[in-house]
């Protein structure tokens, strides 16, 4: 059965954390820990995924050190990482805290409605209306794709 599929929308609570679907909780804890990492997209959306993906991730990342000495924009992406990434902890209820700081850029605020997004490596959560133009402008560039395709 494929991992981290499917959307569902999600309450975030006053203290700002939601519960994760069980389904996407299991998939979480397939890993044997519960220590994941958020990361705020530049898409405006917070990713979610397991300290072992998010180790993956940035492991393909040759001589960091080396790379930040000689380069403006390899510092800058470094910045980004650093300052819109932590860790949390899943809670034994399935809860996960968005960052107080994440929180308002990504409009993810307390008592509003959240979309939990699966995307195959973890989820990402989504402010409703963000999603919602997200999901248009991705059904809109397949309906491209397709009417190129069917034009050759």
């Known amino acids: 059965m494929p991992k981290f599929c499917g959307q569902e929308h999600c309450l975030i609570d006053r203290n700002g954390r939601i519960r994760l679907p069980a389904r996407l909780l299991d998939d979480f804890l397939s890993f044997d820990e519960r220590e994941v990492v958020v990361h705020c997209l530049p898409e405006n959306a917070l990713a979610v ?78 402010n409703l209306a963000l999603w919602q133009r997200e999901f248009a402008a991705i059904r809109d560039y397949e309906n491209h794709r397709s009417q190129v395709e069917l034009a050759e």
């Not at 980004?80 to 107080?100: D, H, K, M, V």
């Open 49 to 126: 995924y397991p300290l072992a993906v998010w180790r993956q991730m940035r492991a393909d990342e040759p001589r960091p050190a080396a790379r930040a000495g000689g380069s403006l924009a390899y510092r800058r992406q470094l910045r980004r990482f650093g300052a819109f990434t932590q860790s949390e902890r899943l809670s034994n209820q399935g809860r996960i805290t968005i960052p107080g700081l994440f929180r308002e850029s990504l409009r993810l605020m307390p008592g509003e409605t959240a979309v939990v997004v699966g995307c195959e490596i973890g989820v990402e959560v989504w």
